[in-house]
């Protein structure tokens, strides 16, 4: 029973460039969760999916960045015209139902370096 | 006031001491609490959910929760260099889904 998966697990990218990381859930899960850790902080809350659907976006930066779940196929951030601030590492969860209390499960993380 | 605060340490404790990690959170109505440890350069491991008022006990692990006090904590107890990590206390708010809100963690490091 595979976890949840990100890729690429490292990238980079050069300023101005766009960047484009993927998320499948665990298998059963249909509520993404995606989160940004930057270098010595905690993880901050982004945006959560479900399918075909931007439930909460209260954590997204205003410009660059997008989030999709489509009905087929990974959930993707996208984050356009990258600056060196965007350098973190993104974490996405997974939960299988939307009642508060169910465990959410982290992939590995994608870590963007922006040179 | 930040919603999830937790001491950022670090807190460092002998091979074999009890470790104690603490967190307050600012929601009174939040229902469910969660510890996940993080090593350098990994993702979040859950460790422990809570979500009743008391002691709940896992292994080495004791989570408390004292809602009145809008207080968790984390007792590591019989500490490894192995438990050596950033400890993260996670909040669920109130409002109907899994949107877990995380304070910025606290360095354990456990010393042989």
């Known amino acids: 029973n595979a976890g949840v998966m990100q890729n690429p697990r490292h990238l980079v990218r050069r300023r101005g460039q766009e960047a484009r990381l993927r998320c499948s859930p665990m298998?059963?899960?249909?509520?993404v969760y995606w989160y940004r850790q930057l270098p010595e902080e905690g993880l901050k809350f982004m945006v959560y999916?479900?399918?075909?659907?931007?439930?909460?976006e209260s954590g997204m930066p205003k410009e660059r960045f997008s989030a999709e779940f489509p009905k087929e196929g990974p959930s993707i951030l996208r984050i356009q015209q990258v600056v060196r601030g965007d350098s973190a590492a993104y974490f996405c969860a997974s939960s299988p139902a939307v009642s508060s209390g169910n465990t959410i499960y982290f992939g590995e993380g994608s870590w963007l370096t922006v040179v | 006031q930040k919603e999830v605060e937790q001491n950022s340490g670090p807190l460092s404790v002998p091979e074999g001491a009890i470790a104690s990690l603490n967190c307050t959170y600012s929601d009174r109505g939040s229902q469910s609490f969660f510890w996940y440890r993080q090593y350098s350069g990994k993702s979040p491991e859950l460790i422990m959910s809570?979500?009743?008022?008391g002691d709940k006990e896992d292994g080495r692990f004791t989570a408390q929760l004292n809602k009145a006090s809008q207080y968790v904590s984390l007792l590591i107890r019989d500490s490894q260099p192995s438990d050596s990590a950033t400890y993260l206390c996670?909040?669920?708010?109130?409002?109907?889904?899994?949107?877990?809100?995380f304070g910025a963690g606290t360095r354990l490091a456990v010393h042989p």
């Open positions: 996670a909040v669920n708010l109130s409002g109907g889904y899994n949107k877990l809100i």
């Open positions: 999916l479900q399918k075909e659907n931007i439930i909460d």
């Open positions: 809570i979500y009743s008022n």
């Open positions: 298998k059963g899960h249909s509520h």
